[in-house]
C-alpha cells in the first residue's frame, strides 16, 4: 500500500556553492595547462628545468596530472553535480554548510597538493600522489560531498532518478572504494609512508585505481554532466532514453576489470592482462553507445551547431569521447600494447580524453552555465568561436605529434638488423628522433593555453555584466513511502531468476560432465522462463524496475556490487601471491615442505639501509615519469636491457616502480652496467654522459644529506609489511648504511670526486647499482643441491604443485 | 614462466563467476530495457527531467532557506 502527501512548496536552488566552484574551474584549469605547457617545454629544452629541484620534470608531471584531474575536472565536476542534481531532483542541496565544508575542503587538498608534489613529497604512484595526510582529507572531503548528494537524494522532491544521477552515484560510491583501497599505507613519519601493497600486488592496485580513476573521476561524471547539460543546450530530451540505460549498467560493471590493461606483458599473471584485455575490449560497446546516444540528442538541432559555440564544444566533447574510447580498447589489445606500450602514443591517447573530452565538456558548459547563474547574455559569441577554433587546432597538433612519436619511437625501439640484432642499440637515438614532434607539441599545448585565456576574458566579462541569479521552482512536494518496498525489490521475480541463473552457471562452471549437462539444460530452460516471465507479466516487471528507479538505497547497492565484482575477482588471486612466490635461502634446501614452496634458483634481498634510502629520493624524483622498471619479454627489450623482469624481483619494492613511459631507458637492471664515476657524472650533467639527453640535471643530490638515524625506522615499518629485516639489520642500519657509502665514496676519491657517504647522490647510487642484482641465482648449484631440489619436487604430490 | 602463476589455482574460478554474473547482469538490463521499459508515456517523461523550466531572478534580499 503507498502511503502519499503532497505539499506545495517553492524551492530556492543554492547556486552559490555552483558558482564558487565555477570560479575554481576556471583559476585552476589555467594552472593545469600552464603547467602542462612548462613540462612540455622542458622536454623540449632541458634548460628550463632551471637547476632548481622544485621545478624539475619529475616533481612537476605529477602536478600537472593532479591539477589537471582533480582541480579542473574536479572542480568542474562539482559544478556540473551541484547544478544539476538540485534541478533534476526539485529540491536544494540538504545542507549549505556541508556544500561549502566540500568546497573549501577541496581547494585546500588542491593547495596543499601544489605545495608538497614540488619539495618532493610523494608517494610515487600515479595520480594518487599526495602524502598520507592528504589522503585522509581527500576521503573526509568526499564523505561530506557523499554525505551531502545522499541526503539530498533522500529529501527530492521528484520519484524518478534520472540518468544523470545514476553517474553521479557511480561516481561518488567508486571513488570512495578506490581511494582507500589504494591508499593504504603505512605511515613512517607525517610526510612519509609506505604502501602495504608491494611488486605485483602494488602495480594491479595501483592501476585498478588509475585506470578507475579515468572511468570514474573523469567518464562517468562526466557523461552525467552530458546527460544533462546535452539536452538542455539542444533544447531536446535525451535521444534514447533505453540506451542510457544499457550504456550505464554496462560502463559500470565492465570499467572496473580493465585496470589491467595497463600492465600487459609485464611480470603480472597472465590470465590478470587477459581478462584485463577482453574487457577492456568489451567496452567499446557501451562506450559507443554513450557517444552515438549524445551525438543523436542533437537530432533536428544540427542547425546550431553552426552559430552556438556551447552545442559545438560539446559535439566535438563527444566526438573526442567516442574517438578515446575506441583507442583505449585499440591499445589494449596486447599485440598493439607491445608496441605503443611505454611510448608517447600513451601521452596522445590521455590527452585525447583530457582535452577532448574533459576540457571540451567543461568549456561547453561554463559557456552554457556562466550567463545563467548571473543571469546575462554570454559577453562575446565570436570569442567563444575563436576560442573553439583555436583549441580544437591546438589539440589536433598536440595528439597528432604524439601518434606520430608514439608509433615512431615503438618501431625504433624494436627494430632488429639482419642477423636479429638491435638496429639502433643507443635510446638516446630515438629520443632525437622524437624532438620534432615534442616541439609540435608544444605548439599545439601552446594554442590552447593561449585560447584557454580567451575563455577566461570571455567569462570574466560575462560576469561583470550580469549579476547573481537565485533560481526558484515551485514544486508539489510528493512523500512517498512503500511498507516493505526493500523487501518487494528483494523477492521480485527478476532477483530470484538472477540468483537462480547465477548458481546454476557457478554450478555449471565447477562440476563434472553429468552434472554440467544438466546444469546446462537447467540454465537454458531458466533463461527462456525468465524472458518468457518478463514477457508476459511486462507491467509487474515495470513495477518492479520502477521501485528500483526510485529507490535510491536499492539503486546504490546495486551499483556497489557492480564494481566490487571486478575489483574483488583481479585482486584477490594477487593479493595471495605473496605465499606462493618461491623466495627462498640455500638453507631451505634439502627440506621437503621448505622446497615444495620455494624451490626457486634465486634468492631476494631486501634492500640495503643506504639503498632504502637511494629509492625513497628516486620515487621522491619522480625519476618513474620517465624511467621503468620492467623488461618485457621481447627480444628488442631483452637485447635492450638484459633478462625479463619477474615477479619475485619487485616483491620488497613499496611502492612498485615499473613505471608506465620511458622517456629514458629502462632501469631494472642498470646495476652493475655502468662505473659509479658513470653515475655521478650523469647526475651532475646528464649531457656529459649521454649527449641528446632530455633529463633535468640533480646536482643538488650532491649537497643534500639523507638521515640515517631515521633509515632503521624506516626498515621496522618495512618489516612490519613483510619484509625480512632482521633485528640484526635494524641495529646495524646506520653503519651499515654510512659504510656503503664510505665505498662509493672512495671509488669516487680515486677518480678525483669529493663525495659525502651520506649523500644523497651516494644513496642514490647505491640504490642503481643494486637494480637488477637482485633476486640473485643460488650459485654455485652444487650437483648434489640440484638433485635434492629434482628429486623433492618429483615427490611433490600434483595438487601440492598446483597449490590445490 | 612466472606471469603463469596461479595458471591452475581453484581461485581462477571467481573471475569465471564474475563473468557469469555480468554475462546475467547485463540480460536482465537488457530484458528490463525491452519489456521493463515499454511505457512510452514513462519514458518521455523520464527522458524530459532535464528540460524541466524554472524561474530566475537577480538577487535582491538576502537568500533564505527553502521554504
Known amino acids: 500500500m503507498e502511503v502519499t502527501r503532497e505539499l506545495k512548496r517553492q524551492v530556492v536552488y543554492d547556486d552559490d556553492a555552483v558558482r564558487a566552484f565555477t570560479y575554481a574551474t576556471i583559476v585552476w584549469g589555467a594552472v593545469a595547462l600552464l603547467l602542462g605547457v612548462l613540462i612540455a617545454s622542458q622536454l623540449s629544452f632541458w634548460q628550463l628545468n632551471l637547476n632548481i629541484s622544485w621545478l624539475s620534470f619529475g616533481r612537476l608531471r605529477p602536478l600537472h596530472t593532479n591539477a589537471a584531474i582533480f582541480a579542473f575536472v574536479g572542480n568542474m565536476m562539482f559544478a556540473g553535480i551541484y547544478y544539476s542534481t538540485q534541478r533534476l531532483l526539485k529540491t536544494r542541496m540538504a545542507s549549505d554548510k556541508l556544500s561549502w565544508f566540500h568546497f573549501w575542503g577541496w581547494q585546500l587538498i588542491i593547495v596543499s597538493a601544489a605545495v608538497t608534489l614540488p619539495l618532493g613529497l610523494t608517494q610515487g604512484k600515479e595520480y594518487a600522489e599526495l602524502i598520507w595526510p592528504i589522503d585522509i582529507a581527500i576521503a573526509v572531503v568526499w564523505v561530506v560531498f557523499g554525505i551531502n548528494f545522499f541526503w539530498t537524494l533522500a529529501k527530492r522532491n521528484e520519484q524518478n532518478l ?22 593504504l599505507h603505512l605511515p613512517t613519519s607525517f610526510l612519509h609512508s609506505y604502501p602495504i601493497y608491494a611488486g605485483v600486488q602494488d602495480a594491479l592496485v595501483q592501476w585498478w585505481y588509475g585506470h578507475n580513476a579515468v572511468a570514474f573521476f573523469l567518464t562517468t561524471p562526466i557523461l ?8 538542455k543546450a539542444a533544447e531536446r530530451p535525451i535521444y534514447s532514453y533505453r540506451l542510457s540505460v544499457v550504456h550505464f549498467w554496462s560502463l559500470v560493471f565492465l570499467y572496473i ?17 587477459t581478462l ?7 567496452l567499446w560497446a557501451p562506450s559507443w553507445g554513450g557517444m552515438l546516444n549524445g551525438l543523436l540528442t542533437l537530432r533536428g538541432a544540427w542547425d546550431k551547431l553552426r552559430t552556438d559555440p556551447v552545442i559545438k564544444f560539446l559535439a566535438v566533447a563527444v566526438t573526442f569521447y567516442g574517438m578515446s574510447t575506441f583507442e583505449g580498447p585499440l591499445l589494449s589489445i596486447k599485440s598493439v600494447s607491445a608496441l605503443g606500450h611505454y611510448t608517447d602514443w600513451i601521452i596522445g591517447h590521455a590527452h585525447g580524453g583530457a582535452l577532448g573530452w574533459n576540457a571540451f565538456m567543461t568549456f561547453g558548459m561554463l559557456y552554457w552555465l556562466v550567463p545563467r547563474l548571473w543571469k546575462t547574455q554570454l559577453w562575446s559569441t565570436k570569442l567563444a568561436e575563436t576560442h573553439f577554433w583555436l583549441s580544437t587546432v591546438g589539440i589536433l597538433l598536440y595528439i597528432v605529434a604524439m601518434w606520430v612519436n608514439g608509433v615512431s ?4 625501439l624494436r627494430a632488429l638488423d639482419v642477423d636479429g640484432f638491435l638496429k639502433y642499440p643507443d635510446f638516446i637515438e630515438s629520443l632525437r628522433a622524437s624532438r620534432f614532434m615534442y616541439g609540435m607539441r608544444l605548439v599545439g599545448g601552446l594554442l590552447f593555453f593561449g585560447s584557454y585565456l580567451l575563455l577566461i576574458i570571455n567569462l570574466w566579462a560575462t560576469i561583470r555584466s550580469g549579476s547573481k541569479a537565485t533560481s526558484s521552482l515551485d514544486v508539489v512536494a510528493r512523500s512517498t513511502s512503500t511498507p516493505g518496498g526493500n523487501w518487494r525489490l528483494l523477492r521480485g521475480s527478476p532477483v530470484i531468476y538472477s540468483l537462480a541463473i547465477i548458481l546454476i552457471a557457478v554450478l555449471l562452471g565447477i562440476s563434472g560432465v553429468v552434472t554440467s549437462a544438466v546444469a546446462l539444460a537447467l540454465l537454458v530452460i531458466l533463461v527462456i522462463a525468465a524472458i518468457l516471465s518478463f514477457g508476459l507479466e511486462s507491467k509487474k516487471t515495470a513495477g518492479w524496475h520502477q521501485l528500483i528507479e526510485g529507490n535510491s538505497l536499492v539503486f546504490t547497492i546495486l551499483v556497489l556490487v557492480a564494481i566490487l565484482v571486478g575489483g574483488i575477482v583481479e585482486i584477490i588471486p594477487t593479493l595471495v601471491i605473496t605465499h606462493e612466490v618461491p623466495v627462498t635461502t640455500t638453507a631451505a634446501v634439502g627440506d621437503s615442505l621448505a622446497v615444495q614452496v620455494t624451490s626457486s634458483p634465486f634468492k631476494q634481498k631486501p634492500f640495503s639501509p643506504l639503498e632504502l634510502e637511494g629509492r625513497d629520493i628516486y620515487v621522491r624524483e619522480g625519476c618513474y615519469v620517465c624511467h621503468s622498471q620492467m623488461i618485457r619479454p621481447f627480444r628488442h627489450e631483452t637485447l635492450r636491457y638484459g633478462d625479463y623482469s619477474r615477479v619475485e624481483e619487485s616483491i620488497y619494492n613499496h611502492p612498485f616502480q615499473w613505471g608506465s613511459k620511458r622517456t629514458g631507458p629502462d632501469l631494472q637492471r642498470v646495476g652493475g652496467k655502468y662505473a659509479t664515476l658513470w653515475h655521478y657524472l650523469h647526475m651532475m650533467d646528464p649531457r656529459s654522459t649521454s649527449p641528446g639527453s632530455n633529463m633535468p640535471s640533480y646536482h643538488w643530490l650532491k649537497d643534500g644529506r639523507i638521515d640515517l638515524t631515521h633509515t632503521a625506522h624506516k626498515m621496522d615499518m618495512l618489516s612490519k609489511l613483510g619484509v625480512p629485516y632482521t633485528a640484526e639489520d635494524l641495529a646495524a642500519a646506520q653503519e651499515n648504511g654510512l659504510s656503503q657509502g664510505r665505498l662509493i665514496r672512495d671509488d669516487l676519491v680515486q677518480q678525483s670526486v669529493e663525495l659525502a657517504p651520506d649523500s644523497e647522490m651516494a644513496a642514490i647510487i647505491a ?6 642484482l637482485g633476486p640473485q641465482p643460488i650459485r654455485p648449484d652444487p650437483p648434489a643441491v640440484s638433485q635434492a631440489l629434482d628429486q623433492s619436487n618429483a615427490n611433490i604430490p600434483t595438487s601440492v604443485k598446483e597449490g590445490r | 614462466m612466472f606471469q603463469d602463476f596461479h595458471a591452475h589455482s581453484r581461485l581462477l574460478i571467481w573471475p569465471l563467476i564474475g563473468l557469469v554474473i555480468f554475462l546475467v547482469s547485463f540480460i536482465g538490463v537488457l530484458l528490463y530495457v525491452f519489456f521493463g521499459l515499454h511505457d512510452r508515456t514513462k519514458v518521455e517523461k523520464l527522458s524530459r527531467l532535464p528540460l524541466e523550466t524554472e524561474v530566475t531572478t537577480t538577487r535582491v534580499k538576502p537568500e533564505g532557506r527553502a521554504s
Not at chain 1, 257 to 271: E, I, S
Not at chain 1, 409 to 412: A, E, H, R, T, W
Open chain 1, 162 to 183: 534520472y540518468v544523470a544521477l545514476w553517474f553521479y552515484i557511480a561516481t561518488i560510491v567508486t571513488i570512495t572504494v578506490l581511494h582507500v583501497v589504494n591508499s
Open chain 1, 224 to 231: 552525467g554532466i552530458m546527460y544533462y547539460f546535452l539536452p
Open chain 1, 257 to 273: 576489470w580493465a585496470g589491467p590493461h595497463h600492465l600487459l606483458y609485464t611480470a603480472l599473471p597472465d590470465w590478470a592482462q
Open chain 1, 276 to 282: 584485463g584485455m577482453i574487457f577492456s575490449l568489451m
Open chain 1, 409 to 412: 619511437q615503438g618501431l625504433f
Open chain 1, 767 to 772: 640504490y642503481l647499482q643494486r637494480l637488477g
